[in-house]
């Protein structure tokens, strides 16, 4: 299993910012060796901030991660994310990046059920619907 990990560092003794928006770096992990497989870096993206938010949310789905541990989300990288990928999204803001892993790894860490400025989705979908058929509104937006 792949997880992306925000981080301030390209390696396991960085930080995960409060907002994906904050992230120098991606790192994707295998969960079962404990490998850094990718460090991408948002410096490696062309554009303003927006833009590169962007490429890292398409970067998670290229590497067909399961889960991303990150701080706080924007709606476009969010929507890319959650919607597209519909890839599950930890809340390990200010975390260190291997506690966070560890977190992870024992589901001891809160879901990001929107974006920045949402009207939010309280996460209980009816029993075997998951996110992308929620009926709470927030998902189908454009």
Not at 55 to 70: D, I, M, P, Q, S
Request: proline share 4%.
């Amino acid at each position: 299993m792949k997880i992306a990990v925000a981080s301030n560092l390209p390696s396991f003794s960085g930080t995960v910012p409060a907002l994906f928006s904050e992230t120098p770096y991606l790192l994707v992990v295998d969960m079962e060796s404990g490998d850094i497989l990718d460090i991408i870096s948002r410096s490696s993206a062309e554009g303003e901030r927006g833009e590169q938010d962007i490429f890292l949310a398409r970067e998670v789905l290229r590497w067909n991660c399961e889960g991303v541990l990150c701080g706080s989300m924007e709606r476009p990288p969010f929507l890319i994310i959650a919607d597209e990928g519909q890839i599950t999204r930890y809340n390990a803001a200010d975390m260190g990046v291997f506690d966070a892993l560890g977190k992870a790894h024992t589901r001891q860490l809160e879901l990001i059920r929107d974006h920045i400025d949402g009207d939010g989705c309280a996460g209980e979908h009816k029993e075997g619907q998951g996110e992308s058929n929620c009926d709470c509104g927030h998902h189908d937006e454009e």
